[in-house]
């Protein structure tokens, strides 16, 4: 799991710092940082539910693992979604 976020921070703090006004660019950083440490704290936490609630080591494993799949997958296809309306110049409305 930390292997992942290594190799995908610095990409997504670029991206925040790009995309903040630069008066923000301190609270936008900030606020990536503590989502980002948050989420780590959860998944961790939710981790550890999951593998002592299944009674078996292996079968919480693999329902956190597929959990994980899942979560970045979804990650994945948002992070695609935005990329493509960016690249268009067309944003979303709020």
Do not use: K, Y
Request: glycine share 10%.
């Amino acid at each position: 799991m930390a292997g992942g976020q290594t190799m995908t921070a610095p990409a997504a703090i670029a991206a925040v710092v790009e995309t903040a006004a630069a008066s923000d660019v301190g609270v936008a950083t900030t606020a990536f940082n503590v989502a980002r440490q948050v989420g780590s704290t959860v998944g961790v936490a939710l981790f550890g539910t999951f593998t002592v609630a299944a009674h078996h080591f292996v079968t919480g494993l693999r329902l956190s693992a597929d959990i994980a799949a899942a979560a970045f997958a979804l990650g994945a296809l948002l992070a695609l979604r935005m990329t493509a309306a960016g690249a268009t110049g067309v944003r979303p409305t709020p």
